[in-house]
């Protein structure tokens, strides 16, 4: 049995791996590589690194360290979390994992535009001429012309957002046209954003650009960000009974702990800012409250 198996392997995961393992708790991380922050370029918002530090090796250099004092990675995808008396068994690869407490940190997966081919959505991405996260990256897109696939008050929020980076930005409607209401249009207005009908299509890096196909025609951007939501990867937890919002997120208290005992959640799977800090602002916090419960549970002592 485990004191804890955590699910995720992203920032948060990685940071609870580090902090319990330095508990000396037996840790268990399982890992089915599919990060959000693998798919990050280049982040410059972690603090410590001044010239930016690629998704990947950040990833990498977490692991590490969460090896270095003891953790145990696994790579499988895990299937059920089943609460029983003594903690919870963790179902993965066709193999039962006993633990004290879980901690999930599954994260969240971004809606891609419709139609965009893989090659040209990864390519893009990796240049910089498709992005994700505005509060993220929005500093990399300043004074430079941005496009925003959304509509509605979603779309609204971030083409204001990023208004803020560059008067340059363009919303275009991912279907035939906008839904917008009155009061949306006229905050567009006040900001100087225009407005395009969709359908979106025909994505394709152009030089130094990225074109796509919309009702005014072939329209190309230094930078298009993708508004169009996210799915949040809580159905591990809401499965067992865990609460969650309308929209997916898993509800937890000051101590990162779900509606279910012995279960946590840190991370994006979270409602909150999903950002690399938060993230790991919460699994400290998480980690802290678990080894707490574990020691109330029997005494740890060296």
């Not at 930078?223 to 996210?230: E, F, V």
Request: with cysteine; net charge negative.
């Amino acid at each position: 049995m485990e004191d804890c198996i955590i699910v995720g392997a992203g920032p948060a995961g990685l940071t609870a791996a580090i902090y319990l393992a330095r508990y000396h708790l037996s840790i268990r991380l399982f890992d089915c590589g599919s990060s959000r922050a693998a798919l990050i370029p280049r982040t410059h918002n972690h603090a410590g690194y001044p010239e930016g530090i690629e998704g990947v090796e950040l990833l990498r250099r977490m692991l590490a360290q969460a090896e270095l004092y003891g953790a145990v990675r696994e790579p499988a995808k895990v299937t059920r979390i089943e609460p029983v008396e003594s903690g919870f068994v963790v179902h993965a690869a066709e193999r039962r994992f006993e633990a004290r407490a879980v901690l999930l940190a599954t994260g969240v997966v971004n809606h891609r535009p419709e139609g965009i081919d893989e090659s040209v959505h990864d390519k893009a991405l990796a240049r910089g001429l498709l992005r994700y996260c505005p509060v993220c990256d929005g500093y990399e897109v300043t004074d430079k012309r941005v496009g925003v696939i959304g509509t509605g008050d979603h779309g609204m929020r971030e083409a204001l957002f990023l208004r803020g980076f560059t008067r340059d930005v363009t919303l275009i409607a991912p279907d035939v046209e906008h839904r917008l209401d009155a009061a949306c249009v006229e905050k567009l207005e006040e900001a100087g954003i225009a407005r395009v009908n969709g359908p979106c299509g025909g994505y394709a890096i152009e030089g130094d650009r990225i074109g796509v196909d919309t009702a005014q025609g072939r329209l190309a951007f230094d930078s298009i960000y993708p508004a169009l939501g996210s799915r949040i990867r809580s159905d591990l937890a809401v499965a067992g009974g865990a609460a969650a919002t309308a929209e997916g997120c898993l509800e937890v208290d000051d101590h990162q702990r779900t509606s279910i005992p012995g279960l946590f959640a840190a991370g994006d799977v979270v409602k909150g800012l999903d950002q690399i800090s938060n993230a790991m602002g919460q699994a400290g916090v998480a980690s802290t409250t678990i080894r707490n419960m574990l020691s109330a549970q029997r005494a740890i002592l060296r």
